[in-house]
């Protein structure tokens, strides 16, 4: 289970970007994960809320989870398409030179404090 691996290095972070901005209390965080990322969202709640009750300073904090569509670039016809349902193959002119150009990553996007 790598998401309790992600949820420490995430409140890492965000408890040191409180402490910069003099922030006491953080109330929410919002995350956007990619949709092939293997984070799993579930497990991920369930890790933050309990790191998160280890903290004074978040405590409570709700997680909000954001997907990333996964879009694949086909090199052969220079379009994108959804990864996800198409798969490696290029739906447009079936070449299978593709890469994943989003939707494999994971990020903080905003930090809501009080």
Same mark, same amino acid.
């Given at each position: 289970?790598?998401?309790?691996?992600?949820?420490?290095? %995430?409140?890492?972070?965000?408890?040191?970007?409180?402490?910069? $901005?003099?922030?006491?209390?953080?109330?929410?965080?919002?995350?956007?994960?990619?949709?092939?990322? +293997?984070? %799993?969202?579930?497990?991920?709640?369930?890790?933050?809320?309990?790191?998160?009750?280890?903290?004074?300073?978040?405590?409570?904090?709700?997680?909000?989870?954001? +997907? %990333?569509?996964?879009?694949?670039?086909?090199?052969?016809?220079?379009?994108?398409?959804?990864?996800?349902?198409?798969?490696?193959?290029?739906?447009?002119?079936?070449?299978?030179?593709?890469?994943?150009?989003?939707? $494999?990553?994971?990020?903080?996007?905003?930090?809501?404090?009080?």
């Amino acid at each position: 289970m790598h998401e309790l691996g992600i949820v420490f290095h %995430i409140v890492k972070t965000v408890e040191r970007v409180a402490e910069e $901005n003099q922030a006491d209390k953080i109330t929410k965080v919002t995350l956007q994960i990619g949709e092939v990322s +293997t984070v %799993i969202p579930y497990y991920l709640k369930d890790c933050w809320k309990w790191k998160c009750s280890k903290s004074e300073r978040m405590d409570g904090c709700e997680l909000v989870i954001e +997907t %990333i569509p996964a879009i694949t670039y086909c090199e052969a016809c220079e379009e994108t398409y959804p990864t996800v349902e198409h798969g490696k193959i290029c739906p447009y002119c079936g070449s299978e030179h593709t890469y994943l150009i989003q939707g $494999n990553e994971h990020q903080i996007k905003e930090i809501e404090v009080s």
